[in-house]
């Protein structure tokens, strides 16, 4: 028996100088997935690893499609670089993600490959994952370290301090809180009652916005425009002050002149009060005799007579004797008539 088991010893230790044994890591665990019959290779780039170990499980929407072959440090000195074999039957996008990942709070770490929000081709045998698409969540101890430093030296008792702070506020403060509190809710209330004029009023807002961006080389020139007469204004500002006390001084002495002579003007409207009474009296005789003033001693209708140049006129005249046979105009005698050269 002693035999047999050192028979089978160096028959192992022989196995692992030639076959190039190293370790159980090479041993394939129990229960793994099934990687098929012509599983891909991919590369992977993770900043940390942890304590991820080869033979660990590679899982797809918590589905195991492969295990982890090596870890290795990457070409570049940082980077931790880890071969996958994944189940040929299994199509992932060119641009997959990678992630180290942990079954539960105390289990063990396995990569988690999925597809990203716009995938992309396919990815191929040997194909390379980089680091900026593969990232690991936090480990437990870093969240116990972080706790542990927020309740050593970080504001735990800051808390203490500020619940204390505001006890102390509030301490017979209750009324005033609860009105505060109602005034709010009223003011919420009102704000909702008209969310439809706030958001009409926005929108105009919006609109007028847009309209000034859309005129904004005009307002430009316009603001560019106003830089020189605004500097003339500078340059005459003490003529324009001037101008401005003279005009109050003169104000002054004008309130001062009606204030001394208001008697006198009161007396001079009292006295044209009758004139101006006789003149609404005249009523439409003042305007027709203003027609006849413009054209005497002609009236409007002697305007009509008138035909271009020249003016029409019919005389009727009387005779004034008592002699029915006399000329109606006496006439003087005719001279004799005049002779012609030669006698005739």
């Not at 480990?139 to 735990?156: D, H, K, Q, R």
């Not at 140049?309 to 005719?334: G, K, T």
Request: proline fraction near 6%.
């Amino acid at each position: 028996m002693r035999a047999f088991v050192l028979a089978a010893v160096l028959l192992l230790v022989a196995g692992c100088g030639a076959g190039g044994f190293n370790g159980v890591y090479n041993l394939p665990l129990p229960g793994g997935a099934d990687l098929g019959d012509h599983p891909y290779r991919v590369r992977v780039q993770f900043a940390d690893v942890l304590d991820l170990v080869p033979q660990s499980g590679v899982k797809v929407n918590d589905v195991p499609v492969g295990r982890v072959d090596a870890i290795d440090v990457g070409g570049d000195g940082w980077t931790a670089e880890v071969v996958l074999l994944v189940n040929g039957d299994v199509a992932l996008p060119a641009n997959a993600l990678a992630a180290v990942r942990q079954s539960s709070l105390l289990g063990e770490k396995f990569v988690e490959l999925r597809a990203p929000a716009t995938p992309t081709g396919r990815l191929a045998d040997d194909a390379l994952i980089p680091v900026d698409r593969t990232n690991r969540n936090a480990e437990i101890e870093e969240v116990f370290g972080a706790l542990s430093m927020l309740l050593n030296g970080g504001g735990v008792g800051q808390f203490q301090q500020i619940a204390r702070e505001v006890n102390n506020a509030l301490d017979g403060n209750e009324q005033g809180l609860r009105g505060l509190l109602s005034d709010m809710d009223t003011f919420v209330g009102e704000l909702d009652n008209h969310r439809t004029e706030i958001t009409r009023a926005l929108t105009s807002l919006n609109r007028l916005a847009s309209t000034v961006a859309a005129q904004r080389g005009r307002i430009t020139g316009v603001l560019t425009d106003l830089g020189p007469g605004i500097s003339v204004l500078s340059q005459q500002r003490e003529q324009l002050v001037g101008l401005l006390k003279s005009l109050d001084t003169l104000s002054k002495v004008a309130v001062d002149t009606v204030n001394k002579s208001k008697d006198d003007i009161v007396a001079d409207f009292k006295a044209l009060a009758p004139t101006l009474r006789a003149l609404a009296s005249a009523g439409e005789k003042l305007p027709q005799s203003f027609e006849l003033l413009l054209t005497y001693p002609f009236t409007d209708k002697a305007a009509q007579a008138v035909k271009g140049d020249y003016l029409n006129v019919f005389i009727e005249l009387s005779p004034v004797v008592n002699d029915p046979e006399a000329p109606a105009v006496p006439l003087r005698p005719m001279d004799p008539p005049v002779g012609t050269p030669g006698g005739r």
